[in-house]
């Protein structure tokens, strides 16, 4: 497994504009960011291939999340624009270090997660 620290969470208002970052104490094949509220499954978001750097989304994030990797830092973000209030999560990294295949978006491609930040998003 890897460690795994995140940060760039907060408030801000709909329309506005978060950027989060998490760091991997070393390297690992795949890094996706997840978020889910209180009562719902854990939901993927977007995910980097560092292999093919390919980049993954899931629907509703489309046009308004860019999901990017610095490999030298192992660090990967996810810039958020136009957020919405339905935006709001607590979002989680997770990296792959064991080179699953299969489908980015289901929790059991990632074997490591951070602890979670919160991102809310008003009215």
């Known amino acids: 497994q890897v460690q795994l620290v995140e940060s760039g969470g907060g408030s801000v208002q709909a329309g506005g504009s978060l950027r989060l970052s998490c760091e991997a104490s070393r390297w690992t094949y795949s890094m996706g960011w997840f978020r889910q509220v209180p009562g719902k499954e854990r939901e993927g978001v977007a995910a980097?291939?560092?292999?093919?750097?390919?980049?993954y989304y899931t629907d509703s994030v489309k046009g308004r999340f860019t999901v990017s990797q610095d490999k030298m830092k192992q660090k990967i973000y996810l810039q958020m624009n136009s957020l919405k209030p339905e935006d709001t999560a607590m979002y989680y990294c997770a990296a792959d270090t064991v080179g699953n295949v299969g489908t980015w978006s289901l929790t059991s491609h990632f074997n490591s997660w951070g602890q979670g930040i919160q991102v809310t998003v008003s009215s």
């Open positions: 980097f291939d560092s292999f093919t750097d390919r980049t």
